[in-house]
């Protein structure tokens, strides 16, 4: 069995659904301990959502810092008597491995921790620092785990200089695709108020989801911007609607509308926020709406990070990789912040999330080199 389907199959047996990270961070730094990582858990969270965080660094000769970023925490399994085999019980079928995080992102965690063991092992004195960032918290509400790293690195000067998460990128062919940014995420909470009537006296009453209609319809037919060579455009989208008490013959009183922005670099969530704001005005609405920032969108350009990963996988695998920025959010908006390079590249993501997750064994080995070579690559530099 290699190190990295070894060190796999430990991790995904930790029942580590959000914010538990079981046992897996202190597997991780028991292999970093002795390689000359100094190891720190940092905490954070209330009593009954604990998340625990793993920073480890090993300084380099040159200064400059290469960060593996990851998380150990899981999704829950859903239904467990739809999986084929016990979701904590790494399982083998047919050249997969299959567990809850096989995919996203305990196989990623594995490679990683063997890339460096065996970079170390050919290169004990590297001019390149080497660090991992390591959550129990980037699948639950992510206000516990690595953003509170980041800021605690900030506060204390520490400079990073590039990054890889390895969330699981890939769509057909191991490599075939990196995420080299990530869209920002808005939302809003909009309550349209009106006045409760009989639905047989219309003029006894204000009808909210009326009033609501044309505003909405504004929002959504309006080109917010036209993205970049990056990013695709803005998107708004409507993802709930509630009115009404249930019964048919009452005009309600409010409608509450749940909204997203996904957003591309060329925006700013404040620009989105005000002309959302103008348009209500505009139709007359009185309204409420509140606004989280789920996230600011980031872009690495093609530079020496992109560079050192495009030269990895081709070695590896004879594919061109395709820089991408769609998706969801991820943890690589939080490091961003204090890290000018940040990319995302894993394996293959069809299964993430669902019922019987896997990853193909045979790309475990290709992956931890690529990951090898990446270190390789930077510490010529």
Not at 82 to 105: E, K
Not at 200 to 224: F, V
Request: glycine letters at 10%.
């Amino acid at each position: 069995m290699s190190k990295t389907l070894h060190l796999a199959e430990q991790l995904i047996a930790q029942r580590s659904v959000t914010p538990e990270d079981g046992q897996c961070q202190p597997i991780l730094a028991a292999r970093l301990k002795p390689l000359g990582f100094h190891c720190e858990t940092i905490t954070s969270g209330p009593a009954d959502f604990r998340v625990t965080n793993l920073w480890a660094k090993r300084p380099g000769r040159s200064g400059r810092t290469l960060v593996f970023a990851g998380h150990t925490d899981v999704v829950p399994t859903g239904p467990l008597e739809q999986w084929t085999s016990d979701p904590f019980v790494p399982s083998h079928r047919n050249g997969f491995l299959y567990g809850r995080g096989a995919a996203d992102m305990k196989t990623s965690i594995a490679a990683f921790t063997v890339a460096v063991e065996e970079f170390l092992a050919r290169n004990p004195d590297p001019d390149i620092g080497i660090a991992f960032l390591v959550t129990s918290d980037e699948e639950g509400p992510s206000v516990d785990g690595t953003v509170v790293v980041c800021e605690q690195l900030e506060k204390r000067g520490e400079k990073l200089d590039f990054c890889i998460v390895g969330e699981p990128t890939s769509v057909e062919k191991l490599g075939d695709m990196i995420k080299n940014g990530r869209r920002g995420s808005l939302s809003g909470k909009l309550t349209v108020k009106g006045i409760q009537a009989h639905i047989a006296y219309p003029q006894l009453g204000l009808n909210p989801i009326h009033k609501a209609m044309p505003a909405l319809d504004e929002l959504a037919r309006t080109e917010w911007d036209r993205g970049n060579d990056f990013f695709p455009p803005t998107s708004f989208q409507v993802s709930n609607i509630h009115g009404g008490t249930g019964a048919t013959n009452i005009i309600p009183n409010s409608v509450v509308i749940d909204f997203n922005f996904r957003f591309a670099s060329v925006s700013k969530a404040e620009d989105l926020q005000r002309r959302v704001h103008a348009v209500l005005d505009k139709h007359g609405l009185d309204y409420e709406l509140k606004w989280v920032v789920g996230g600011q969108p980031f872009l690495t350009t093609p530079g020496e990070l992109v560079g050192a990963v495009q030269q990895a996988i081709r070695a590896e695998t004879g594919l061109e990789t395709e820089l991408s920025t769609t998706g969801g959010t991820s943890d690589g908006r939080f490091i961003s912040r204090i890290c000018p390079q940040v990319i995302e590249f894993g394996p293959i993501n069809a299964s993430i999330h669902k019922i019987d997750e896997h990853v193909r064994v045979a790309d475990l080995e290709p992956l931890t080199a690529i990951y090898r070579r990446v270190i390789e690559n930077l510490d010529r530099a």
